[in-house]
């Protein structure tokens, strides 16, 4: 077994103490730390589990999560609840979408639809597990995610970026434990870079209204906001779009065989 062994000599008044410290080798692969990576099917338990943490305070979980006979449910029944909803999410952008992670213990996951895809066909509701929810949520669960949640993203989506063909963000999050490491950052970054380099535009819906200047940074504008309203408070939704950023000017490119000035001696 690899490990590496350092010593440190510490001198008191009367002797001297060696200290022996230990550092193994970690088999969590160092590239996960800095890098993001596709994930695929067989990580949708350990992705939904990271996104369930990140969204535990969310507003629109909790909207999805309360009244009518949830309101009895016990905490941890909720938890559950809400940890099986993350991951039938991951699965199906898994099937139909791409979902991007970073870090060593999943810590910032991102599901993403690109452009001309969708998750709203039987067979990834079937194979993903979303076709649960219709009696795993409460029967006002049920009406506020199939008759005001989905409904109401739908037609502002086709409102605002009508026929065109875009990169959806759907989720991005970071587990509390490992937010202040630009991990998100890095994903939106990787993905913003393949809308660029294709000329798309990408599109989220934000449910904190302090997140926006925060995609802002990222070159997201804010175009309108939406609210759900069953439950006893609004609760809103902050549509954004990023437009694509324009390649490299002439001037910085690396010239081409044709730009070069041959000298002939």
């Not at 969204?55 to 999560?65: E, P, Q």
């Not at 066909?121 to 008759?147: A, C, H, N, P, V």
């Not at 809103?236 to 065989?257: G, S």
Request: glycine share 6%.
């Amino acid at each position: 077994m690899a490990h590496v062994i350092s010593k440190t000599n510490i001198t008191t008044s009367s002797s001297t103490v060696t200290v022996v410290d230990h550092h193994r080798r970690s088999l969590v692969p160092q590239a996960w730390e800095k890098s993001v990576r596709k994930i695929g099917l067989a990580e949708c338990e350990q992705a939904g589990i990271s996104l369930a943490h990140a969204f535990a305070a969310d507003a629109l979980s909790l909207y999805l999560l309360d009244g009518g006979e949830a309101d009895r449910y016990s905490d941890e029944a909720k938890w559950k609840l809400h940890v099986r909803i993350m991951t039938y999410l991951v699965s199906a952008h898994c099937y139909s979408g791409v979902v991007t992670t970073i870090g060593p213990d999943y810590d910032a996951v991102a599901l993403w639809m690109p452009p001309g895809a969708h998750m709203d066909d039987w067979w990834t509701i079937f194979r993903s597990g979303m076709w649960r929810l219709y009696y795993q949520l409460g029967s006002e669960g049920r009406k506020r995610y199939y008759e005001d949640v989905l409904p109401l993203l739908h037609e502002t989506m086709d409102e605002v970026m009508g026929d065109r063909e875009y990169y959806y963000l759907a989720y991005i999050g970071t587990k509390p434990s490992a937010r202040g490491k630009g991990y998100a950052k890095k994903l939106i970054m990787d993905m913003a870079a393949k809308a660029d380099a294709e000329n798309r535009a990408m599109y989220l819906e934000s449910s904190s209204r302090e997140n926006i200047t925060y995609y802002e940074r990222f070159g997201f504008q804010y175009r309108k906001e939406i609210s759900f309203k069953r439950g006893p408070v609004p609760v809103p939704l902050f549509i954004m779009v990023r437009e694509p950023v324009a390649v490299k000017a002439a001037e910085e490119a690396v010239p081409t065989m044709d730009q070069i000035e041959i000298v002939k001696v």
